[in-house]
């Protein structure tokens, strides 16, 4: 916070006045050369960007990807529209069912509920960026090992949601992993498969593969 | 969405200046993108309150603690010390929406939330609230409306973190006309008791900077009932703080949310609450006076044993 700078210079307010000025300008002036430039770069940072297209770089699943995008562009159509990483899936874009979950620095996010340019600068990860040299990770192959998949539109989501719980919480009970997939709906009704892969990839518990469901909900 | 244009803003003068009269902040955008996604709000350029130094800490004190706007509703729940000075806000955070929502969720956003009427968030409904000329909600489809209101509208503020806020006695500080202004969360709402098209007493470009709890009360809780068990908005929620001397209250605080536009308080039952020991009596007749006056609608009569129960429970659950 500049509590001590001058909102206005004259007829100006401080932004339209630097940003008309040049960096030679500036550079030039005989005022507080450094203190402008200093300025100069955060009016800079603070930018006017849009409504038509800019760069936005992404780091998703430790690639760059370079694009052109409107800033109403949210993070899940920069991903699946501008990129065909087509893994995280539309349910209802209103960050209500959890099919467009990636990890954002490890973090669980929607990402139709978040806008692509905000997500720049931050490490991505879809579920394309889970496996690694065509190894699933434990999370994946219990999902597999479980069949906790019916038609597979929310499994995406679910395995962001279970990855980013148990990186947090190795030995997760049965609430925490309710609470931690709360987020992530699944219309086929697989949860007490999905409940057995959490704790198989975590494992903290034998869990029979049951025909029927077991888990107590209270 | 329509296109706009977007800028982040480093600082609070900044902000407020290129938010301007047609633009709106942005946070975790969990809200606000729904809100764009619908055509309910058209801004010219979203400014960024992300990045305004210093706003995104939990600063713990004697008296006092800060939280920052910018502190996300996950960075709450999973607080360590929040949860042991303020349990209640720890449980109000907790049942914020799910994981996803709670990891961006910031707390300026929480309490700056628009409505959920679903009228008002139908984009081809233009209700009171969107300076139409009727209320829908009052004659349609009303079963997760107030109880209380001071007008037309019937919308009840549905964050879960006012409530809490509200039980402990907190102050936002608000950015407004090139100054802090202090309100307690009664303030920080009053004006969508009196006016349908309010959300809360924010003006264009009022700028959230922080929310301060004071260390008064020593214990608190926050309950809330929802249709479904988690990920789900509160059909009522009830917080509740106090300190407890031998088995005594005192400075007890209540707080109902989705039932009023505003944090629905009812200052005699706090004072009735003074000196008392926390039984079935005492908490059932305090449930009476705060639901005093309550008036349903249609379909949402159910509330008011509802709000009746989770005021009994959570000023039990005090004693816990
Ligand atoms: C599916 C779903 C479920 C939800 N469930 C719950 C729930 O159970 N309980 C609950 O309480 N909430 C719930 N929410 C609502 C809410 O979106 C989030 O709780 C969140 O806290 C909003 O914060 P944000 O940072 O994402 O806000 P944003 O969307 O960024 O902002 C919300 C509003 O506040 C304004 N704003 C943001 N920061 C400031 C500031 N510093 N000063 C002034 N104005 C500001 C914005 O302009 C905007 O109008 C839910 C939302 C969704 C989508
Ligand atoms: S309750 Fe308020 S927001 Fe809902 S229809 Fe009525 S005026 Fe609109
Ligand atoms: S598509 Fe994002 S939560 Fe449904
Ligand atoms: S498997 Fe079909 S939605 Fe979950």
């Known amino acids: 916070m500049n509590e001590s700078e001058p909102a206005k210079i004259g007829p100006f307010s401080r932004r339209t006045f630097l940003k008309s000025l040049g960096t030679t300008a500036v550079a030039t002036a005989a005022v507080q050369a450094q203190t402008m430039a200093a300025e100069l770069e955060k009016v800079n940072a603070e930018k006017t960007i849009g409504p038509g297209t800019v760069p936005v770089t992404l780091k998703v699943n430790g690639e760059m990807l370079k694009l052109q995008l409107e800033p109403r562009v949210t993070l899940l159509d920069a991903l699946r529209n501008y990129s065909s990483l087509t893994g995280s899936k539309e349910g209802c874009d209103r960050g209500t069912c959890g099919a467009c979950t990636v990890m954002i620095n490890d973090v669980p996010v929607y990402s139709c509920m978040k806008l692509a340019i905000e997500a720049q600068g931050q490490a991505i990860t879809t579920v394309e960026g889970l496996a690694k040299n065509g190894k699933l990770t434990k999370v994946q192959q219990a999902f597999l090992n479980r069949d906790a998949l019916m038609c597979g539109y929310c499994t995406p989501g679910f395995v962001m949601s279970v990855t980013a719980l148990l990186r947090k919480n190795p030995h997760p009970t049965a609430d925490d992993v309710r609470h931690a997939c709360s987020g992530n709906l699944c219309r086929c009704g697989t949860y007490p498969r999905i409940m057995e892969a959490a704790f198989e990839a975590s494992g903290v518990a034998k869990v029979a593969i049951n025909k029927t469901e077991v888990i107590p909900y209270a | ?320």
């Open chain 2, 1 to 320: 969405m329509k296109a706009f244009e977007y800028a982040t803003a480093h600082s609070v003068n900044s902000a407020q200046e290129m938010v301007a009269d047609n633009g709106q902040y942005i946070a975790g955008g969990n809200d606000l993108l729904g809100l764009l996604k619908e055509y309910i709000v058209d801004p010219k350029i979203l400014v960024s309150v992300k990045s305004l130094p210093g706003l995104d800490r939990v600063e713990t004190g004697s008296k006092v603690w800060t939280i920052g706007t910018n502190v996300t509703v996950a960075q709450i729940e999973d607080h360590s010390a929040i949860r042991k000075t303020f349990p209640g806000l720890a449980q109000a955070a907790a049942e914020v929406g799910s994981q996803q929502i709670r990891n961006v969720a910031t707390v300026g956003g929480n309490i700056s939330q628009h409505s959920r009427c679903w009228y008002f968030r139908h984009r081809d409904v233009l209700c009171l609230k969107k300076e139409g000329d009727m209320c829908y909600a009052r004659h349609g489809e009303n079963k997760y409306h107030s109880l209380f209101t001071g007008n037309t509208c019937i919308s009840p503020v549905v964050s879960n973190l006012a409530i809490a806020f509200a039980a402990l006695d907190a102050t936002a500080v608000v950015q407004r006309a090139g100054k802090p202004v202090r309100m307690s969360m009664a303030e920080f709402y009053a004006k969508a008791f009196e006016n349908p098209t309010a959300h809360n007493s924010l003006n264009p470009g009022d700028l959230v900077l922080k929310v301060e709890i004071p260390t008064t009360r020593t214990h608190s809780a926050y309950m809330q009932t929802s249709e479904k068990h988690e990920f789900d908005w509160a059909l009522v929620s009830c917080a509740a703080a106090a300190n407890i001397t031998n088995g005594k209250l005192s400075n007890a605080r209540v707080a109902l949310g989705s039932i009023s536009p505003v944090p629905h308080q009812v200052d005699a039952a706090n004072e009735y609450l003074e000196g008392k020991t926390l039984d079935e009596a005492t908490v059932t007749h305090a449930a009476d006076m705060i639901l005093h006056g309550a008036k349903p609608h249609e379909h949402n009569g159910y509330k008011v044993p509802m709000a009746h129960a989770l005021i009994r429970r959570t000023l039990l659950k005090l004693n816990a």
